[in-house]
């Protein structure tokens, strides 16, 4: 059963924007289709509720100071405090601080962490933890800024991922890399298996509109401090200043005033508006911090790919015909209705139809007569940009060309498609290449990841040595830069080093594997696994 993921925003210093990060990323994850809790952790402070007055469906009656009480008075399990959320539909529900009157400063102030702690409060946590990343996606906590006992708990014990926002000042990134290191080193020590951090860096409040060269002093000043935490998942290739270009939430002085959720009206952002910069975020933490390389070369595409991820689109395919083949993308429809394809056909130069393309169907098809029209090079340009890649990803484009049309004279991006020609049996091609690979056709690639999916699960827990668990390791090591790479073909070969090593030869049980190797698999299994459901679904 797959859980969900939990997520610390977290800062050294406040008045960084966090809780603003935060609360506008919940709501776009929970827009995308995700389920969405957001807790308020900053007990000192509270504020995320204010962020979601509005969307409110009652007012919190309770909150994380009660689940201290809960254990206190002796709850056998976790109450349900969290109060839903009402954004379009989704699901989305916060777990504030506590009730918001006049006792909660009182309230918190009784509690003692460390002597809670003593009392066994770290397996009650394990509990609600275990709640959470069962009914959630995702479980994003607003941290307290600083070193505390209850930054502790939301740095070390409870996430799997870290979300770091810092500012353009020495003060923020004095220590921003320091915290990190000293949340991986605290949860070394917890009796919990835990992965390591997967730190997502985010510069907020730059203003690049106004002083420009200050700004861009700033953003590189800002790479190279940072870069470390960039290191365990970045793919090679990409710079860490273009990364933290794509997470760097600029300054625009309207947001600045009261607590507001930007997302709700800049529906769809263009670049420069704060809300872009927090759809990338939000991607990325939906991707589980993989396909960099993808983001790199088509953000709007890595975007449209985390919020189309659990979408229902009205049509199946779009057939893009110009007119002067009207007749044979009618019947190319209606063979494909035949089939069970939910499909419709576009004239390219229906303005209205147009502006739907990129929404209306998962994927496009266009039917080329003799040379791509102007329309259809508008329309699939405007497809593109929320696909990744022309023939990879979630989203495909597809090309049928009529009788007397030259492959050689497309387009480049269409010359690397498969063509297919209009005639008998070409719907059912097209039917086979939208539903998935026919039986009897092997993807190499698809093969490539299964295997290695199988190897690190039989990684056995113990080796015959610390030689055989330092080969292990190794071969672990090189099987994610393998896929970093995108070489699955060095994937395969891992694969088959690191099941050898795992055989059983009779003296087995020696050394314990450790708990860094078992986060690596781990880590390694879960991109693998994503890659495996992507190319399938």
Known sequence: MTTGTVITFYSYKGGVGRSFTLANVAVLLARWGYRVLAIDWDLEAPGLHHYFKSVMSEEPEGGVIDLAHDFLAGAAQPRAHAVRLDVEGSTLALLAAGRDDDSYTARMQRINWEDLYRQGFATFL?????????????????????????????????????AVVFTANEQNLKDVVDIVRRADDARDRLPYDRPRHLVLPILSRLDNRVEYEQAEKWQRRCAEVVAPLFANWLVKGVSEELALRHFTVPYVSHWSFGEQLSVLQEVVPSAGQISFALETVAAVLAQQFDRTDLLADNRDAYVASARDHRRDFDLDLLVSSPRSALRVADRLVTELRGLGVRVERSSSGDLEILERTSELAEHLCLVVDNQLS????TEVERFLRHTIGPD????????????????????????????????????????????????????????????????????????????????????????????????????????????????SHGDDGRVIASQGLVADINTLLERIDRRIDASTN
């Open 374 to 377: 102007r329309w259809q090079v």
């Open 392 to 503: 990879g990803g979630q989203r495909r484009l597809f090309c049928v060309l009529t009788e007397g049309t030259d492959p050689d004279d497309l387009p480049g991006f269409l010359r690397n498609l498969r063509h297919l020609r209009f005639g008998p049996g070409v719907a059912r091609e097209l039917y086979d290449m939208i539903t998935g690979t026919p039986a009897g056709d092997q993807d190499p690639d698809h093969d490539a990841l299964r295997n290695a999916a199988a190897a690190l699960r039989a990684v056995p827990d113990r080796l015959p040595s610390v030689g055989r668990l330092s080969l292990v390791e190794e071969t672990v090591h090189g099987m994610a830069t393998a896929l970093d790479n995108g070489d699955l073909a060095a994937l395969q070969n891992f694969a088959v080093d690191l099941g050898v090593l795992s055989r």
């Open 126 to 162: 394990e509990q609600c933890r275990e709640q959470w990343t069962e009914d959630y996606d995702f479980v994003l906590i607003d941290s307290r800024t600083g070193i505390s006992d209850i930054a502790g708990i939301c740095t070390a014990q409870l996430p799997d991922r870290l």
